[in-house]
């Protein structure tokens, strides 16, 4: 499967950015999917999860009651809207996907991701 992240931009803090992140191929709906995020000079840390059907989501505590993931298996997209931005999560974004387990085990490591998308970055001035 191929991804493609765009959406990122320049916003200020308290704003709000959405998100979008479209796949290629038919399965979409055999992969549970996650975003990530890489602040300049950290190393990459998880953000959301969604898993294949968009039943359960899990976030990082960094995120949780701001921002929201989603999907639409129709349209092979997963979306991230993010509200209440801080300076603190500006950084290049990137959507990732992995075959499902149908185990509703939340994934949140990069190792359990097989394909990523290119990043779009988000920044938030204060």
């Known amino acids: 499967v191929q991804l493609q992240a765009s959406g990122g931009g320049l916003v200020h803090a308290g704003g709000s950015l959405r998100l979008s992140c479209a796949a290629s191929?038919?399965?979409?709906?055999?992969?549970?999917m996650g975003w990530f995020r890489q602040a300049p000079g950290k190393e990459r840390e998880f953000v959301s999860y969604?898993?294949?059907?968009?039943?359960?989501?899990y976030y990082a505590d960094s995120v949780k009651g701001r921002f929201t993931i989603s999907r639409d298996n129709a349209k092979n997209t997963v979306d991230l809207q993010m509200n209440s931005l801080k300076p603190e999560d500006t950084a290049v974004y990137y959507c990732?996907?992995?075959?499902?387990?149908?185990?509703?085990?939340?994934?949140?490591?990069?190792?359990?991701?097989?394909?990523w998308g290119q990043g779009t970055l988000v920044t938030v001035s204060s």
């Open positions: 990732a996907a992995t075959r499902t387990y149908y185990s509703g085990t939340y994934r949140t490591q990069e190792y359990e991701y097989d394909y």
């Open positions: 191929g038919r399965t979409f709906s055999s992969y549970d």
């Open positions: 969604v898993d294949w059907r968009g039943g359960s989501t």
